[in-house]
């Protein structure tokens, strides 16, 4: 429910389960550009037949979840994202 995250419970209804998806994937590709990463993003599912988004990048840290610009991300022309709004978007959607 998105009044945990105090920002009301209307305001991600126009995402729909596959924009959240689009955001966590396009973080994962970020991470793999940005770390140099020589091992692929793996999607699949596990054996409890969910299915998991992985990447082997920097890996998540507090300061993730505060809307804040990524300097990592800021002088590389190659990122998607910047902000921390999609990984945000994506929780509260999902």
Do not use: P, Q
Request: hydrophobic fraction near 35%.
């Amino acid at each position: 429910m998105c009044t945990a995250l105090n920002i009301g419970s209307n305001v991600l209804t126009h995402l729909d389960v596959e924009d959240a998806l689009k955001e966590i994937i396009s973080n994962a590709i970020d991470e793999h550009i940005l770390c140099k990463s020589d091992v692929d993003i793996k999607i699949y599912k596990n054996d409890d037949k969910k299915w998991c988004i992985r990447d082997f990048g920097g890996g998540m840290k507090k300061s993730n979840f505060k809307f804040n610009i990524n300097t990592d991300k800021l002088e590389n022309h190659n990122i998607i994202g910047m902000y921390g709004f999609g990984l945000k978007d994506a929780i509260g959607n999902l």
